[in-house]
């Protein structure tokens, strides 16, 4: 028996897709044009070919309000922080889940809950304080400040120490009697069977990273440190009229990475996403 | 539950914490205990002498017109977002769950906007909507509305309401997907036989079973309105025009960051993470799940 289409299902689904393509296709074709057509009012739907080059002209292009940073500088510093952040999230929470899970120590509850309560406390509700630590160890525009106070993370320990209580006791045993020592334990076996989790983890940490705001605003004074994110939204501020071929240029480029990340890993990040909240 | 091997040894623990208990204590332990002390202090208007002053600040805030609204804003700012990002989640989700042609095609162009930063989606809306230039300024501008989110305040509420769960919609769509894959074939082919159908076969058989799913995304998307929009907000409007889109979150930043009003700033986060810990007690208690990242 074949059954006829789903019309309604597609012209659902379509539509919401549309949703989301819609306004980034205005801003691709956007980019494209002059900017004097678009300060006209004049935004076509058609991409015009000739303008495609501005997505290179873009990279060279800076904020000449906060000292000119390029938008390829503000590219590598988005990407050092995301990467920064992902990678170091993992790294120290996979230790301290591992730590927690796998070892019976003095005050290791309160450890735990210490950790724990960081689920709590977001950047947006401690801004003026975090901000006055920062400026107490003098980490206000150093890229140390930029990554390390959002490194610490509850989630990615707790996710860890979940997956490591599911670890057989067998199989610890066995590697205990082959004479394996914690640490040969961990990155030998502990670490390559938790590589499904790892994977997801490391797309939700550098999304998280490369879409900071807030923080960078606060610690990236002087451009320097400007991440793609921050000075995009810096360019469209100003008094003067933004160029707005470039500025969608270079949100294009800040939109590739991550969406790249999310579509290349999509089946590691459902799962881990869907998992890691259970 | 805990694990019955173990690894001997007291030192090499304690050092593999170390790090993030350093991290935290230093970010976010010492900072929470600033606020804590910063909140019950004032400081004079030239910055000189700060005194001890009880409660003053949060009766101050407690009192407050400003803070009240603020309140309520947030208030209705979340209950529309998490309202409209879920429906369309779940709209599409029980959409994208039929066996249709292309299926894993949709659901990856769904769930690829989870990736969009909340302050780039900003900047693609004001491209759309800019009073002068937008292109859909200017559609509705030939239908005869007047859409300007610089200058009036009802139209830059409802727009950040529109960003906030433009943005969110992939997320609740990742999860009722997962969700849907939990209930049972068996359910569902059950519910055919019978004679069930369409939306009817949908709120008493599937609808029932996607109960925690939905609590869960209920207190997910609350926190997310209530403190992961403030780049949102603050890239499209900085909280304006006058305070129409001024939230909790905008409002700290504005009172400690712009005003200088440490105190009051201090006070707020107070609050702030007294409606965390609120939310996530809930979420813990009707779900064992958490919510914030």
Known sequence: MTRKPDYLAHAILLMGVLIFIFPIWVTFAGATQSAAAINRGDISLIPRLSGLVVFVQALG?????????????????????ALGIAIGKIAISALSAFAIAFFRF?????????????????????????????SDFHLINTFTGLTMPLIASATATLLFRQVFLTIPDELVEAAKLDGAGPMRFFFDILLPVSGANLAALFVILFIYGWNQYL??????????????????????????????????AATILALIPPVLVVIAMQRWFVRGLTEADK | MERRTLFNGRLLPAVLVLPQLAITILFFILPAYKAFAESVRATDAFGLHTSFVGFANFLHLARSNLYQHAMIRTGVFCVAV??????????????????????AIYRTLLIWPYAIAPAIASVIFVFLLQPQIGLITNLLGRLGIDFDYATNGGQAFLLIILIAAWKQVSYNFIFYVAGLQSVPRSVIEAATLDGARGFHRFRTMIWPLLTPTTFFLIIVNFVYAAFDTFALIFALTAGGPGTATETLVVKVYRDGVINLDLGGSAAQSVILMAIIVGLTAIQFRYTGKRAVS
Do not use: C
Request: proline share 7%.
């Open chain 1, 61 to 81: 292009l800076g904020n000449a309000a906060k000292g000119g940073v390029p938008v390829w500088h503000m590219l590598l510093v988005s990407f050092g922080m």
């Open chain 1, 106 to 134: 003095p005050f290791r509850m309160l450890a735990f809950w210490l950790i724990f309560i960081t689920l709590m406390l977001p950047v947006e509700v401690r801004i003026i304080p975090t901000y006055s630590v920062m």
């Open chain 1, 215 to 248: 923080w960078p605003l606060l610690v990236a004074t002087n451009g320097r440190l400007d991440t793609i994110v921050l000075g995009i939204v810096q360019m469209i501020n100003p008094e003067a009229l933004p160029q707005w071929n470039f500025v969608m």
């Open chain 2, 82 to 103: 998490t309202v409209l990002a879920m429906a369309a989640g779940l709209v599409l989700a029980v959409f994208a769950d039929r066996a249709i042609k292309g299926r």
